[in-house]
């Protein structure tokens, strides 16, 4: 994981290794440019995978001797790509990427529903820039500017992005890979705390939680 505490790809490769939970991860992204030929990589810890874009079928594929991931060549189509993992010829677990259209809003989530009213709690709330659809968009790098209501503060922000110098504390971080974090910690009263979150030109999100 990043020091936002985003997963990283490489989480889902330990988890396909580690785990017996059925699970599939298909990256990178789905945002290029037509004529590209794009590598896919799936980790899995099924018996087989098999790949599709927009429903068409590009093959599926099982583990060589000593293979820890399987992979695809595509050729680059605006869409969705999807990966179903299969166990003894049954789908047990699926996962899909989309190609996101231009910036349109930030959409907040928040960890927990309420954090103790101490002084010391905190809560993470994610900021991920969205297109119209409601699809992350993989590129955006914009700007994001936190407040707060209630009795809670912003006492950091993050993104992940290990080259990124700027102020953890701070009450605004530019998204990497689309995302973005403030961590609220209580201020010692009890109530609802309400966090926004704004970028210039797209929609701003809100979320909700409590101090108790």
Same mark, same amino acid.
């Given at each position: 994981?990043?020091?936002?505490?985003?997963?990283?790809?490489?989480?889902?490769?330990?988890?396909?290794?580690?785990?017996?939970?059925?699970? $599939?991860?298909?990256?990178?992204?789905?945002?290029?440019?037509?004529?590209?030929?794009?590598?896919?990589?799936?980790?899995?810890?099924?018996?087989?995978?098999?790949?599709?874009?927009?429903?068409?079928?590009?093959?599926?594929?099982?583990?060589?001797?000593?293979?820890?991931?399987?992979?695809?060549?595509?050729?680059?189509?605006?869409?969705?790509?999807?990966?179903?993992?299969?166990?003894?010829?049954? $789908?047990?677990?699926?996962?899909?990427?989309?190609?996101?259209?231009?910036?349109?809003?930030?959409?907040?989530?928040?960890?927990?529903?309420?954090?103790?009213?101490?002084?010391?709690?905190?809560?993470?709330?994610?900021?991920?820039?969205?297109?119209?659809?409601?699809?992350?968009?993989?590129?955006?790098?914009?700007?994001?500017?936190?407040?707060?209501?209630?009795?809670?503060?912003?006492?950091? $922000?993050?993104?992940?992005?290990?080259?990124?110098?700027?102020?953890?504390?701070?009450?605004?971080?530019?998204?990497?890979?689309?995302?973005?974090?403030?961590?609220?910690?209580?201020?010692?009263?009890?109530?609802?705390?309400?966090?926004?979150?704004?970028?210039?030109?797209?929609?701003?999100?809100?979320?909700?939680?409590?101090?108790?």
């Amino acid at each position: 994981m990043d020091t936002a505490g985003f997963p990283k790809d490489i989480y889902y490769f330990y988890q396909s290794h580690w785990t017996t939970t059925p699970m $599939v991860h298909v990256l990178p992204h789905w945002n290029w440019s037509a004529g590209t030929t794009v590598t896919v990589f799936v980790y899995t810890n099924c018996d087989s995978a098999e790949l599709f874009l927009n429903g068409v079928s590009q093959g599926s594929k099982t583990f060589a001797a000593g293979a820890v991931h399987l992979e695809w060549n595509v050729p680059w189509a605006t869409g969705t790509l999807r990966v179903e993992g299969k166990r003894g010829g049954t $789908v047990v677990a699926s996962e899909e990427v989309k190609t996101a259209g231009a910036a349109a809003k930030v959409a907040l989530s928040v960890d927990r529903s309420a954090i103790s009213a101490d002084g010391r709690d905190l809560a993470f709330v994610a900021a991920d820039i969205q297109d119209a659809t409601g699809v992350l968009v993989p590129t955006a790098a914009n700007a994001v500017s936190f407040s707060l209501t209630g009795p809670g503060e912003i006492v950091g $922000v993050d993104n992940g992005n290990a080259i990124d110098t700027s102020l953890y504390k701070s009450t605004s971080k530019n998204a990497f890979s689309g995302k973005a974090l403030a961590i609220v910690r209580s201020t010692g009263a009890t109530g609802p705390i309400v966090v926004t979150a704004s970028s210039s030109g797209l929609a701003s999100g809100s979320v909700s939680l409590s101090a108790q």
